[in-house]
């Protein structure tokens, strides 16, 4: 059976817009353990734009599920992983006037350097993923690496704008999580999956992990506004004598 990994990410997107203390997005992870995410995401950029190294140091201290880190295959990201010891890292594309990560890390042409940099990380014993897109190429790359995991870029399934377009993605999809398992990896899935289009996935044997961050923090905005207005104006209202 699948579980669910909780990308915090934006929470931290949040609490940068004001360099203020909250929102948490180690409360956040914690919660989110609580309420049934098997994993904890967090994806420390190059440029610091939302997680912060300090959150992954706490986090790594409270996570009691799983900690997984995104990140890019760079000397000072590889230094990092193995200070912090996550349980997987997944190596993604980064580039710095990206709003989120666009597309999958092209394996393709560049096997060897990615399987000398998951060397050191998978002999302090983490685990590996790399961030792809369902393309034939990619996978048959990732294989040859020595990372045991693969998370399949859903983004452009998510995206379709027609019923023929987005069938047309997941069959694509289907067919990449078949040849990664033939393969020999494990299959993870993620990037804009929500609440509606992660629905027909449920008929799909095979995949160890969904990645869902963007649509979980956007929810908990709109359906916890309920109590967080009401607490503050019963402190409000207990103002007036």
């Given at each position: ?6 990308n ?7 609490r ?84 989120t ?41 990732a294989a ?35 040849q ?11 990037h ?50």
């Amino acid at each position: 059976m699948p579980h669910l990994a909780v990308n915090v990410d934006h929470v931290a997107t949040i609490r940068q817009a004001r360099l203020a203390a909250e929102p948490d997005p180690v409360t956040a992870a914690a919660l989110a353990e609580i309420s049934g995410a098997a994993a904890i995401i967090v994806h420390l950029r190059e440029d610091r734009r939302h997680i912060q190294d300090r959150d992954v140091e706490i986090l790594r201290r409270t996570v009691k599920t799983r900690l997984h880190l995104e990140m890019a295959a760079t000397q000072e990201m590889g230094g990092i992983a193995r200070c912090i010891a996550p349980e997987m890292v997944c190596l993604v594309p980064e580039k710095r006037r990206e709003l989120t990560t666009e597309g999958g890390l092209d394996v393709a042409g560049q096997e060897g350097a990615l399987a000398a940099f998951i060397v050191p990380l998978a002999a302090a014993g983490i685990e590996v993923s790399l961030f792809i897109d369902p393309d034939p190429a990619q996978i048959a790359a990732a294989a040859k690496t020595g990372a045991g995991y693969v998370e399949l870029h859903t983004g452009s399934y998510a995206e379709a704008k027609t019923p023929t377009a987005r069938q047309i993605e997941f069959d694509r999809l289907l067919a990449a999580l078949d040849q990664a398992r033939g393969l020999g990896l494990r299959v993870n899935m993620g990037h804009g999956l929500d609440y509606v289009n992660i629905l027909p996935f449920a008929r799909v044997p095979g995949v160890n992990e969904y990645s869902i961050g963007h649509a979980i923090v956007a929810r908990a905005v709109i359906t916890g506004f309920t109590e967080a207005v009401s607490r503050m104006a019963d402190i409000v209202s207990g103002f007036v004598s």
